[in-house]
C-alpha cells in the first residue's frame, strides 16, 4: 500500500528566507508526486506534479521540487517566501494502476507560519 | 468555471440525525472522491467513484454511504451521525489519462456532529 509521510508538522520561516518541506513516499514502482496547498477555511490547490521526466519540478507560485528515487524524497522548495505564503501544505501520491483505486494517499501536512 | 461545488459548506447536527452532503463538477470528470480532513491527519478517503455507476470503499467508509447519481453529482450519506464524524470534507474531482491525474477539489463542507 502506498503512503506518505510528511515529517515536519509545523514550520517558522522568516519573511524572505527560503523554504524546504520534507515529504516522503513509500510506493513499489514510479509514482506519480503532487504538492498541494490549503489556505485557512479553503480547499486544496495544486502547486506542482511530478509524473515523469525531469526530477526537478516547477510549480505556481514560485514552488519546485525534487523527485528522488534513491531517497524517495519530494520535497518543496522556495528560494524566497512571502507572507502570503503561509498555509497548510500536503503532498501526496497517486498510483498509476488503472484498475482498483486510483485515488491520491495524502501526507498529514506542514502547517507553515511566516514570520515578518 | 465553478469546478467541484460543495453544498453545504457549514452543518450541526445532532448524534442520531441524518444528512446528504452534495457534490457536482462541471469538468466532465470520469473519478470522484470524498475525502475528510482531521487536525494532524491530512485527508483520508472514505469513498471513491472511478466512473458513473460504480463506488468502492477507501480507507475509512464506516458510518458513510454514497451515491454516483449521474457523471457530474456524487454525494455523501450520514445515516446516524456520530461526535465522530465531526470533521471538514472534501469532495474531488480527476479525469486519468494514461494512468495519472490531479485532484480537483471542492472547498469543503466544516460538519459538527453534538
Known amino acids: 500500500a502506498q503512503s506518505v509521510t510528511q515529517p515536519d508538522i509545523h514550520i517558522t520561516v522568516s519573511e524572505g528566507a527560503s523554504l524546504e518541506l520534507r515529504c516522503n513516499y513509500s510506493y513499489g514502482a514510479t509514482p506519480y508526486l503532487f504538492w498541494y496547498v490549503q489556505s485557512p477555511g479553503q480547499g486544496l490547490q495544486l502547486l506542482l506534479k511530478?509524473?515523469?521526466?525531469?526530477?526537478l519540478v516547477q510549480g505556481i507560485k514560485g514552488f519546485e521540487a525534487e523527485f528522488k528515487r534513491s531517497q524517495s524524497s519530494f520535497n518543496l522548495r522556495k528560494p524566497s517566501v512571502h507572507w502570503s505564503d503561509a498555509a497548510e501544505y500536503f503532498c501526496?501520491?497517486?498510483?498509476?494502476?488503472?484498475?482498483?483505486?486510483?485515488?491520491?494517499?495524502f501526507g498529514s501536512g506542514t502547517r507553515l507560519q511566516v514570520q515578518p | 468555471n465553478a469546478g467541484v461545488t460543495q453544498t453545504p459548506k457549514f452543518q450541526v447536527l445532532k448524534t442520531g440525525q441524518s444528512m446528504t452532503l452534495q457534490c457536482a463538477q462541471d469538468?466532465?470528470?470520469?473519478?470522484m472522491y470524498w475525502y475528510r480532513q482531521d487536525p494532524g491527519m491530512g485527508l483520508r478517503l472514505i469513498y471513491y467513484?472511478?466512473?458513473?455507476?460504480?463506488?468502492d470503499k477507501g480507507e475509512v467508509p464506516n458510518g458513510y454511504n454514497v451515491s454516483r447519481l449521474n457523471k457530474r453529482e456524487f454525494s455523501l450519506r450520514l445515516e446516524s451521525a456520530a461526535p465522530s464524524q465531526t470533521s471538514v470534507y472534501f469532495c474531488?474531482?480527476?479525469?486519468?489519462?494514461?494512468?495519472?491525474?490531479?485532484?480537483?477539489f471542492g472547498q469543503g463542507t466544516r460538519l459538527t456532529v453534538v
Open positions: 474531488a474531482s480527476s479525469e486519468f489519462r494514461g494512468g495519472a491525474a490531479e485532484a480537483f
Open positions: 467513484s472511478a466512473s458513473e455507476g460504480t463506488t
Open positions: 511530478y509524473f515523469s521526466g525531469d526530477t
Open positions: 501526496a501520491v497517486g498510483s498509476k494502476s488503472d484498475t482498483g483505486r486510483r485515488a491520491l494517499t
Open positions: 469538468m466532465n470528470h470520469n473519478s
